[in-house]
């Protein structure tokens, strides 16, 4: 089975901040990562597919990137509407989510 | 616009076989495209992919819910389902069902709390 370790389990932030979170696989997973955000009450939504491909109509201050084993999420302004709880999901062999990055506003 | 809907019992009993059904609108079940399948999460914890089947019946299952877990399809209704046998409180979560494509997910049931009591 294929693990994922995201990092922080949980983020402080202001309005503004650049966020960055982290994803990282127990193999190689080329680039079969997904990262959806999900917020309270709610199905997750996906943001960005294949690692850093932008999904259709999600703002452009969400980026990710990376290959292999280590991978990044990043918002490059946080704005209000951001405050969600982040996931990796990696594709490679099965379907296996990390336990979530949790962001709050500072 | 597809739309996906979770149905079934809100409560199950212990020892018990949780079954959920989903309704798939606006878009059909046969499509060569896709694979349907259910994640779940249980309450304040994070997100774990059930499994997923594909129209004409193969199916992946997550290896530690293996011996537990069924999904089927009735490409007649539309619909796509799950059974999780000898269900214990740990089976306590919200059971979303979903359409995979390249096993990424755009569209998502609203989600159903399942609970585990007697």
């Known amino acids: 089975d294929i693990q994922m370790t995201q990092s922080p389990s949980s983020l402080s932030a202001s309005v503004g901040d650049r966020v960055t979170i982290t994803c990282q696989a127990s193999?190689?997973?080329?680039?079969?990562l997904n990262w959806y955000q999900q917020k309270p009450g709610k199905a997750p939504k996906l943001l960005i597919y294949d690692a850093s491909n932008l999904e259709t109509g999600v703002p452009s201050r969400f980026s990710g990137s990376g290959s292999g084993t280590d991978f990044t999420f990043t918002i490059s302004s946080l704005q209000p509407e951001d405050i969600a709880t982040y996931y990796c999901?990696?594709?490679?062999?099965?379907?296996?989510f990390g336990q979530g990055t949790r962001l709050e506003i500072k | 616009q597809l739309q996906l809907q979770e149905s079934g019992p809100g409560l199950v009993k212990p020892s018990e076989t949780l079954s959920l059904t989903c309704t798939v609108s606006?878009?059909?079940?046969?499509?060569?495209?896709?694979?349907w399948g259910w994640i779940r999460q249980p309450p304040g914890k994070g997100l774990e992919w059930i499994g997923s089947?594909?129209?004409?019946?193969?199916?992946y299952y997550n290896p530690s819910l293996k011996s537990r877990v069924t999904i089927s399809v009735d490409t007649s209704k539309n619909q796509f389902s799950l059974k999780l046998s000898s269900v214990t409180a740990a089976d306590t979560a919200v059971y979303y069902c979903a359409r995979y494509e390249q096993w990424l997910v755009r569209y998502w049931g609203q989600g159903t709390l399942v609970t585990v009591s007697s």
């Open positions: 999901q990696q594709y490679d062999n099965l379907l296996t």
């Open positions: 089947i594909y129209y004409s019946g193969s199916t």
């Open positions: 193999q190689d997973i080329s680039n079969y």
């Open positions: 606006g878009g059909s079940i046969s499509s060569s495209s896709y694979y």
